[in-house]
Nanobody
Framework: QVDVIESGGGLVQAGGSLRLSCATS????????MGWFRQAPGKEREFLAEINWRGDNTRYADSTEGRFTASRDNASNTVYLQMNNLKVEDTARYYC????????????????WGRGTQVTVSS
């Protein structure tokens, strides 16, 4: 069993920044590719970004528009999502998850999920 815990969400004004963290335990973090997703009320869960297990390859959804950056620190079993120039439409619950595949934006390819962290962007 792998535990995944997201943190770093909160309330921020439009144009602001947040850095989300995702820590894992109970598995071999350095072997996992990691993905970031979000889900707004009434909408489907949406792929945002992924980073391979070495941390030297990333891929992003077009919706991030170059504003989001994924990174990881295998020494601390943590992956990050830096979000800049946030918009009201970025308001959602943000999740990270582990995958044996890279690249992939298919939710079914992600096995262990956290409970998410809420990001609210005000105008």
């Amino acid at each position: 069993q792998v535990d995944v815990i997201e943190s770093g969400g909160g309330l921020v004004q439009a144009g602001g920044s947040l850095r989300l963290s995702c820590a894992t335990s109970g598995g071999t973090f350095s072997r996992y590719n990691m993905g970031w997703f979000r889900q707004a009320p009434g909408k489907e869960r949406e792929f945002l970004a992924e980073i391979n297990w070495r941390g030297d390859n990333t891929r992003y959804a077009d919706s991030t528009e170059g504003r989001f950056t994924a990174s990881r620190d295998n020494a601390s079993n943590t992956v990050y999502l830096q979000m800049n120039n946030l918009k009201v439409e970025d308001t959602a619950r943000y999740y990270c998850a582990t995958s044996a595949f890279f690249p992939t934006d298919i939710l079914a390819n992600y096995v262990y999920w956290g409970r998410g962290t809420q990001v609210t962007v005000s105008s």
